[in-house]
């Protein structure tokens, strides 16, 4: 039975000389409270402490990034038989009008969009196999946040909450940065049946990532004393309501949001960040909204505990989904190159990158074929990054046909991306469940395979 701090002190022999060691036995009476976001064992040794998860929503082409196809160059406007949103046709192949080049000593293939990630190509895990369930943007969102694509189920980063909780309890485990909602909304980052203690909280990107951050100025021993007999009232209101898991969660967010008015003002304030750290990520003076200061903010996060840290790139307009003309990639590309790279050297010189993984995904690709100048959703062939801990860097897994339409070696399902993550930071995907409803959850559901091959 979970042992409160009242119960815990009233039996301690030395109960007298307690008040002598009140911080240390608050400390493990919490710790015997069972917090819900208290640390925990993993599975295994883990490589990675830290998920920093970058989604690219509206899904980004393959074969205009990463997956370089000279046949499809050769054979522009040739028919092939071709799968849309509503039925099978034949459709004219579309050459990419960007330039490929090889990069790094490991000569990754790495179009002219991305710059920036060539300097770095050495770093990257190039998946290019990715395969998912769905055609559709909403489902394919879900699928790639939840491992479900049609009920929405508990987040990536809710599943690392509940399995490994939080090194830092003055911050949540998992934090979102995202200007603006992507498909299926705030479903992409909730807790749905997990504790909802382990969903994740939104910042805005803008002057104030989180309303009413700044502490209250008051008698410091005199708040202290108040939260003291708030805590206490709310922990017998609590102890009369066992089974109320939104409840508890709810006092928990009051223990997070006290901590966090100490310490997220220093989190968003960046005017102690180098020059030259502003200049690698490409964050400009005055700038408290652009890719670039989410991706310094997920440093500043990762390196005081947070657990996962996700950006969503939606853009202002129209996301990835480039349907009408493919230079519609050059602006996306251009606003999240240099800052992806710089938050990759960043931890690098740090010595954060051997423990902080990053995953560049997006809900699936586009086809190689189209009769204009853009391309239709594709979900059978599409390409997502790995980088850091853990992870060979420097590694172009997998190998789709010559025209990038489906994979003919190494085929991932977004279930083995999500066991492999799961994988890097200690967690068996198959024995991280939770019962609700009569049955045992997972994020990979029944499926799943660590894609052994690209771990170092």
Not at 285 to 302: E, K, M, T
Request: neutral net charge; hydrophobic residues 40%; contains cysteine.
């Amino acid at each position: 039975m979970p042992l409160d701090r009242r119960r815990f002190l009233q039996s301690t022999a030395a109960g007298a000389a307690a008040g002598l060691l009140y911080p240390r036995l608050a400390v493990a009476a919490r710790m015997n409270e069972g917090r819900l976001l208290a640390p925990q064992p993993a599975h295994h040794p883990a490589k990675a402490r830290s998920l920093v998860f970058i989604h690219l929503t509206g899904g980004f082409s393959h074969v205009d990034t990463f997956d370089y196809k000279p046949k499809l160059q050769q054979d522009d406007r040739k028919k092939v038989t071709a799968e849309t949103l509503r039925d099978i046709t034949e459709q004219p192949l579309l050459a990419s009008p960007f330039k490929f080049a090889q990069h790094g000593q490991s000569g990754l293939w790495i179009s002219e969009l991305f710059p920036h990630l060539a300097r770095v190509a050495d770093e990257l895990c190039v998946i290019r196999t990715l395969h998912t369930d769905i055609l559709e943007h909403f489902q394919a969102v879900l699928a790639m946040h939840t491992g479900s694509a049609t009920v929405p189920m508990p987040s990536i980063g809710a599943w690392l909450s509940y399995g490994l909780g939080t090194a830092n309890p003055n911050l949540p485990p998992y934090v979102v940065l995202c200007e603006h909602l992507p498909y299926a909304g705030a479903q992409v980052w909730d807790a749905s049946f997990l504790p909802p203690a382990h969903q994740g909280t939104r910042l805005l990107p803008g002057d104030r990532p989180i309303a009413n951050l700044q502490s209250r100025t008051s008698n410091v021993t005199l708040a202290e004393l108040e939260f003291r007999m708030l805590k206490d009232v709310n922990e017998s209101h609590a102890a009369a309501r066992n089974n109320d898991l939104a409840l508890r969660a709810r006092i928990g967010s009051f223990d997070t949001a006290r901590g966090m008015m100490q310490v997220g003002p220093e989190v968003f304030d960046l005017s102690q960040e180098m020059a030259d750290t502003l200049d690698l990520y490409g964050v400009a003076s005055g700038d408290n909204r652009s890719f670039a200061w989410q991706c310094l903010v997920a440093r500043r996060l990762v390196e005081r505990g947070v657990r996962t840290v996700e950006l969503i790139d939606t853009g202002t307009s129209n996301n990835w989904d480039s349907h009408g003309n493919m230079q519609d990639h050059r602006p996306k590309a251009a606003r999240v190159d240099q800052a992806i790279a710089g938050l990759v050297r960043d931890l690098k010189r740090r010595g954060l990158l051997e423990d902080t993984l990053i995953a560049i995904a997006t809900e699936f690709g586009r086809s190689p074929w189209d009769p204009g100048q853009g391309r239709n959703h594709w979900h059978k062939a599409f390409t997502c990054l790995l980088c850091g801990a853990g992870v060979r860097g420097g590694l172009a897994y997998g190998e789709t046909d010559e025209y990038g339409i489906l994979p003919i070696k190494d085929p991932v399902h977004v279930h083995d991306y999500h066991a492999t993550i799961l994988h890097l930071l200690g967690i068996d995907h198959m024995r991280l469940t939770y019962r609700y409803a009569g049955r045992d959850f997972r994020l990979t559901d029944v499926h799943g395979n660590v894609v052994q091959a690209i771990l170092s």
